[in-house]
T-cell receptor
Framework: QKEVEQNSGPLSVPEGAIASLNCTYSDRGSQSFFWYRQYSGKSPELIMSIYSNGDKEDGRFTAQLNKASQYVSLLIRDSQPSDSATYLCAVVFSGNTGKLIFGQGTTLQVKP | DTGVSQNPRHKITKRGQNVTFRCDPISEHNRLYWYRQTLGQGPEFLTYFQNEAQLEKSRLLSDRFSAERPKGSFSTLEIQRTEQGDSAMYLC??????????FGDGTRLSIL
């Protein structure tokens, strides 16, 4: 069964620190990877997409992809209390129709 | 771009009743996806449409569930004879081809 795994947390970091969120996936042929942020009671909001090995930076967010290790991560620099949310890793597996396979999400708490 | 719209936002019903949800995608998006999310879990794929054609259904979608997208625009998801286990957030997302999926605010279903 094709899976996406995340540590459910909570991950607690102080304000201003770097938060590191990790995700592994089972399908070596996967090509598309996404990080969504979800506030309690709200719908997922896309933060980053990444398709190639290496790093991709957008503001305070950096996504890192290592296809050989089947590993994708999200770094949040200068974490703010407003970053407190659940972060969902989603993968489009090879040979499928574009549907997203989500991990269970990691809850991030940024303490002032 | 008015975003993905879902109605109703919240539906409370008694066990055994039928319910129908509506999703209006972003106007130029040809793909529409339905997902279901329970507390503490990531969204799970239910089904998707490309234009008016329903191209894939998850095994999670029992015979009590039916989805339509009659003119390739809005979509409806109907659940017949609701059960306690149907209580969840039902999320709709749309995309242009296999591009980024944008989510609506969801419909939260509560079964009494």
């Amino acid at each position: 069964q094709k899976e996406v795994e995340q540590n459910s947390g909570p991950l607690s970091v102080p304000e201003g620190a770097i938060a590191s969120l990790n995700c592994t996936y089972s399908d070596r042929g996967s090509q598309s990877f996404f990080w969504y942020r979800q506030y309690s009671g709200k719908s997922p909001e896309l933060i980053m997409s990444i398709y190639s090995n290496g790093d991709k930076e957008d503001g305070r967010f950096t996504a890192q992809l290592n296809k050989a290790s089947q590993y994708v991560s999200l770094l949040i620099r200068d974490s703010q209390p407003s970053d407190s949310a659940t972060y969902l890793c989603a993968v489009v597996f090879s040979g499928n129709t574009g549907k997203l396979i989500f991990g269970q999400g990691t809850t991030l708490q940024v303490k002032p | 771009d008015t975003g993905v719209s879902q109605n109703p936002r919240h539906k409370i019903t008694k066990r055994g009743q039928n319910v129908t949800f509506r999703c209006d995608p972003i106007s130029e998006h040809n793909r529409l996806y339905w997902y279901r999310q329970t507390l503490g879990q990531g969204p799970e794929f239910l089904t998707y449409f490309q234009n008016e054609a329903q191209l894939e259904k998850s095994r999670l979608l029992s015979d009590r569930f039916s989805a339509e997208r009659p003119k390739g625009s809005f979509s409806t998801l109907e659940i017949q004879r609701t059960e306690q286990g149907d209580s969840a957030m039902y999320l709709c997302a749309s995309s242009l081809g296999v591009g980024t999926q944008h989510f609506g605010d969801g419909t939260r279903l509560s079964i009494l």
